[in-house]
Nanobody, 123 residues
Framework: QVQVVESGGGLVQAGASLRLSCVASGFMFEAHPMGWFRQAPGKEREFVAA????????YYADSVKERFTISRDNAKNTVYLQMNNLEADDTAVYYC????????????????WGQGTQVTVSS
């Protein structure tokens, strides 16, 4: 059974940095692209970033390019999201998932989501 556990969120001021972590289990981690998504209050969940199996290829939503960096440690079954220069619009619950590319965007390959980690940015 695929499981992911996100951590690292918090309350920060605009301009600050945070590093999110996601530990995955239940599948061959190194064989799958991984991604981050987020859901702000009253909005749909949206794609944030994705990385192929060794993070040599990375992809970002336009809203986070140049500020966020996705990376992974396959030995630890962990994917990271380094978030710099945070803005109030980055406030959301952040989720990780193994991803697939369909209909011109990255999507959760599985039906379940983790509990997410809350990021709140005060302006």
């Amino acid at each position: 059974q695929v499981q992911v556990v996100e951590s690292g969120g918090g309350l920060v001021q605009a301009g600050a940095s945070l590093r999110l972590s996601c530990v995955a289990s239940g599948f061959m981690f190194e064989a799958h692209p991984m991604g981050w998504f987020r859901q702000a209050p009253g909005k749909e969940r949206e794609f944030v970033a994705a990385a192929n199996w060794n993070a040599e290829n990375t992809y970002y939503a336009d809203s986070v390019k140049e500020r966020f960096t996705i990376s992974r440690d396959n030995a630890k079954n962990t994917v990271y999201l380094q978030m710099n220069n945070l803005e109030a619009d980055d406030t959301a619950v952040y989720y990780c998932a193994r991803v697939t590319y369909a209909e011109k965007t990255f999507r959760n390959k599985d039906t379940n989501w983790g509990q997410g980690t809350q990021v709140t940015v005060s302006s």
